[in-house]
T-cell receptor
């Protein structure tokens, strides 16, 4: 069964600090991995997307890494801001002829305090 | 800007009273999805359309139906809402031709059942 596990479940950091969120998956055959940011009461917004051959991808202060051998990904946030407070969701897609087969993690809730 | 639009943003209905949520997109994507997301949980795929081809998830209750009259619009019909159907409903789109099959989400409709 395809699964995506994220850790920690929640995290509180001070403004300006860095943090790293983890995502482990068992989705097979692997197609791509995406990180989304979801503000409270809003839809998820894509941060990064990586395929098998990509090890790292950056989007401003967000840097995602992917180790396809160990089936692990991380999202590193640099110099956190209050607006980074949100849920961060890891989504992994299996290669499939049927569009839409994605497995969602339960998310990490990040709170940035002043 | 090309986007995914959901209306209304907030919907209140009574127990058992049919309700329809709408989604429109200007991305011209051929795949549209409906997700149900309850508090602090990952979005759960209800069904998706690949063009006019409807794909229902095995565990989606019969109470949930969908219509896609054209490429731009997709509707979610809840025939007899129960208290357990109160949730955020997310619409998303993707293009099957895209290398990454990345999903773009709308802002969501928050459904309250009284």
């Amino acid at each position: 069964k395809n699964q995506v596990e994220q850790s920690p479940q929640s995290l509180i950091i001070l403004e300006g600090k860095n943090c790293t969120l983890q995502c482990n998956y068992t989705v097979s055959p692997f197609s791509n991995l995406r990180w989304y940011k979801q503000d409270t009461g809003r839809g998820p917004v894509s941060l990064t997307i990586m395929t098998f051959s990509e090890n790292t991808k950056s989007n401003g202060r967000y840097t995602a890494t992917l180790d396809a051998d160990t089936k692990q990904s991380s999202l590193h946030i640099t110099a956190s801001q209050l607006s980074d407070s949100a849920s961060y969701i890891c989504v992994v897609s299996a290669y499939d002829t049927n569009a839409g087969k994605s497995t969602f993690g339960d998310g990490t809730t990040l709170t940035v305090k002043p | 800007d090309a986007m995914v639009i959901q209306n209304p943003r907030y919907q209140v209905t009574q127990f058992g009273k049919p309700v329809t949520l709408s989604c429109s997109q200007t991305l011209n994507h051929n795949v549209m999805y409906w997700y149900q997301q309850k508090s602090s949980q990952a979005p759960k795929l209800l069904f998706h359309y690949y063009d006019k081809d409807f794909n229902n998830e095995a565990d989606t209750p019969d109470n949930f139906q969908s219509r896609r009259p054209n490429t731009s619009f997709c509707f979610l019909d809840i025939r007899s809402p129960g208290l357990g159907d109160a949730a955020m409903y997310l619409c998303a789109t993707s293009t099957r031709q895209g290398r990454y099959n990345e999903q773009f989400f709308g802002p969501g409709t928050r459904l309250t059942v009284l």
